[in-house]
């Protein structure tokens, strides 16, 4: 190892002769910086981690679309229901909520399984996190509160439009 203010390629015939001249059987092939050397030891860990995030990225989607196609096919269900409620009184916030709170049920089972799992899995990974303990509560925290509200937004388009039917096709849907 040699430590240089100066650049590799600049170095790099002098540290070649350097090596020839003190061990004749020996030759310098690879000549790079620690750096590089870091950067190329951790690339497979790297790769295998923004798969990870890809592959978390689309489970994402797919799980707010599939709230949002739940809490929709639900609400179109109670098109007639919600009808009546309006015509009663029921105003349109009230509507809305029924709605959310339906889709916030299945937004807290799906986070308390999901931590369940991560929990179970967490020595699967321990080996691709640097410096981050497999089981950091914050992580897990953060990770429910930002699901959480990423699910919500699923939520909430079916909501909107269940509280916006008007009242008198509603009751004549079916």
Wanted: charged content about 15%.
């Amino acid at each position: 190892m040699v430590r240089s203010s100066g650049s590799i390629e600049a170095l790099a015939p002098a540290l070649r002769a350097e090596v020839s001249g003190i061990a004749s059987g020996f030759a310098a092939l690879k000549i790079d910086t620690v750096e590089n050397m870091l950067r190329e030891s951790s690339k497979s860990r790297r790769a295998c981690m923004m798969m990870f995030m890809l592959f978390a990225g689309v489970g994402l989607l797919l799980a707010v679309m599939g709230i949002y196609s739940v809490t929709a096919y639900a609400a179109a269900r109670r098109t007639h229901e919600i009808g009546i409620r309006v015509a009663l009184g029921a105003s349109r916030a009230n509507v809305f909520r029924l709605i959310v709170k339906q889709g916030s049920g299945l937004i807290a089972a799906g986070i308390a399984i999901g931590w369940a799992a991560a929990s179970g899995l967490t020595r699967l990974l321990a080996s691709l996190l640097y410096e981050v303990s497999p089981t950091d509560p914050a992580v897990f925290g953060l990770l429910a509160v930002l699901l959480g509200v990423v699910a919500l937004f699923g939520c909430i388009i079916p909501a909107r439009r269940a509280a916006n039917n008007n009242p008198m096709e509603a009751l004549r849907h079916e």
